[in-house]
């Protein structure tokens, strides 16, 4: 459950995306640099997106609400069916993953930005390729950066940051977390970080004070 603060956000105007998209180089100069860079703009031609969309689609995880019940993330597993096994929930179940599966790649598609003012950080650190769409990225030092589809990055958990934006329908990313759970993922609410499941009593109190 995500917390609804900023239902109003505005998306960025074309003359404001215009200023953050950074130049790309050629891709077989950009493979030989970063392999995972030249992946990312393969992966997100318009056909491998579809196909791989058709694949995952069939096989959901559990949706990502904000908390006044509007939609924030659907993820798909992009994982053959023998890794998965099915659970049944109140929403008309879903796909979890088998303990043993060493890799996790999902495709997430975010619907809205963080509605959350403070940053977070993640359980794991991460891989993300943008297939469609894109999303602008607040860090630690609210430097703000786009990332469109083609585009990818790697990021370890601790780095805190919050999606200030995204394309009008959404974007759809390739997500994957590698390397184990860190810690516990949280907020950063007034210089500390705040676990997650004390996060909306932290902030009240924050406020009340
Ligand atoms: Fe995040």
Known sequence: MRFTEHPD?????????????????NIVLQALRDPWAALARVL???AVVNALFAYAVQRPFYTLYHE???IYMTRL???PRWCLRWVDDNRGGHYDVRSWVPIRPRLHIIHTPDYDREKHDHPADYR??????????????????????GD????????FHRID???PAGVLTLFTFFGGKRHTWG???GGRKVPHYDYAAAKAAAEAA
């Open 9 to 25: 956000l505005e998306p960025l105007t074309d003359g404001e995306l215009a200023d953050l998209v950074e130049p790309r180089p």
């Open 44 to 46: 997100a031609r318009p």
């Open 68 to 70: 006044d019940g509007s």
């Open 77 to 79: 597993w992009l994982l």
């Open 128 to 149: 993300t390729l943008i297939l469609d769409g894109y999303y602008v990225e607040e860090d630690i030092f609210c430097v703000k950066r786009l990332l469109r589809a």
């Open 152 to 159: 990818t990055e790697k990021r370890r958990a601790q780095d």
């Open 165 to 167: 934006s995204v394309s």
């Open 187 to 189: 907020f950063l609410l």
